[in-house]
């Protein structure tokens, strides 16, 4: 038997370079950032005590800075205060234990885009690490027991390529676990309309959760599947769709009809956050998802700016 042939990878060429150009260029300036017209300073709470001299907006600031140069906290307050003063504002810039404090409790703003005609999601995870060795000492000595990692999953929409949802994990934690929590960030009021992940979400509670949104799952059933599953509970008789087209079609097939391929471009986004930084700099767990979250914020400002338009060349 002849081995098989694997198809050419497909080509694409970009059609916007010119305005893609600029908005790569804009993602270099720093003053697209800060908005003269910020809320800094904070407001009354209601809540008894002094209230708080920043608000979350001022802190997310600052940890925009920390993070998009990847600078300790000392040097992000240095780097504020640089940018305030060249910006012509007088604001009082937070002292880094101030911003290490907030950071725990701080609620991210993710700017977003609601999908115009529907929202397709594409959820996936990966992990980024932190504490352990650098990957050259681990190459030449062998790992460490105590690299530990944090599991990152998101959601993005599939055609702004914004992150839409996000959720910060132990490694030990599952894919599918996470699933509700993700669609449970987006707005109930806004159609929902498909939601394509690996085969880790072909699970009951995914399915069922994925069903009660009204939306179509594109999740290819497990390789060991043989069985439909009862159809007593939401999502379950979609599933069993999906089992008896994958039976008929095969896989391969399946995936290309049902536009699962285009599930690769939440891998892009993913790829997109470790540029950012392959391990996380916070130590307390809250903080970390803080810092992540800090890090959607970031990608989606640059996504806002412009992202390449291409058309397939072969």
């Not at 209230?51 to 600031?61: G, M, N, V, Y």
């Not at 937070?94 to 885009?113: A, E, G, M």
């Not at 669609?183 to 880790?200: K, R």
């Not at 996380?280 to 806002?304: G, P, S, Y």
């Amino acid at each position: 038997m002849s081995d098989r042939v694997r198809p050419e990878p497909a080509k694409y060429k970009t059609k916007n370079w010119s305005s893609y150009n600029q908005a790569l260029k804009a993602r270099g300036a720093l003053m697209i950032w800060l908005d003269r017209d910020l809320q800094w300073s904070g407001l009354a709470s209601g809540k008894r005590g002094r209230p708080s001299l920043f608000s979350d907006a001022a802190i997310q600031f600052c940890l925009t800075i920390k993070g998009l140069f990847g600078l300790a906290l000392r040097q992000a307050m240095g780097m504020v205060e640089s940018l305030l003063k060249l910006a012509g504002l007088s604001w009082p810039v937070p002292d880094y234990s101030t911003v290490c404090r907030r950071q725990k409790t701080l609620q991210v703003r993710i700017p977003y885009r609601p999908a115009a005609h529907g929202l397709h999601l594409l959820v996936d995870s990966t992990g980024l690490k932190m504490m352990g060795e650098g990957e050259w000492k681990r190459k030449k000595h062998g790992a460490e027991y105590r690299r530990q990692w944090r599991k990152l999953h998101i959601g993005i929409d599939a055609q702004t390529m914004e992150i839409r949802a996000i959720e910060v994990t132990p490694n030990s934690v599952g894919d599918a676990p996470v699933l509700p929590s993700l669609l449970g960030q987006i707005d109930p009021n806004e159609a929902l309309l498909s939601v394509s992940g690996d085969g880790a979400y072909d699970t009951k509670a995914c399915h069922e959760a994925i069903a009660l949104r009204q939306a179509q799952a594109i999740i290819p059933v497990r390789k060991n599947a043989r069985k439909p599953w009862k159809e007593n509970r939401p999502g379950a008789s979609a599933r069993n769709e999906i089992l008896r087209a994958t039976q008929r079609l095969g896989r391969d097939i399946w995936k290309r009809w049902s536009g699962y391929h285009r599930r690769s471009l939440v891998e892009t986004k993913m790829r997109c956050v470790k540029l950012m930084g392959e391990r996380v700099m916070a130590r307390d767990f809250d903080r970390q998802v803080a810092e992540l979250q800090v890090r959607a914020a970031i990608l989606n400002r640059f996504t806002q700016l412009g992202t390449p338009e291409t058309v397939r060349v072969g």
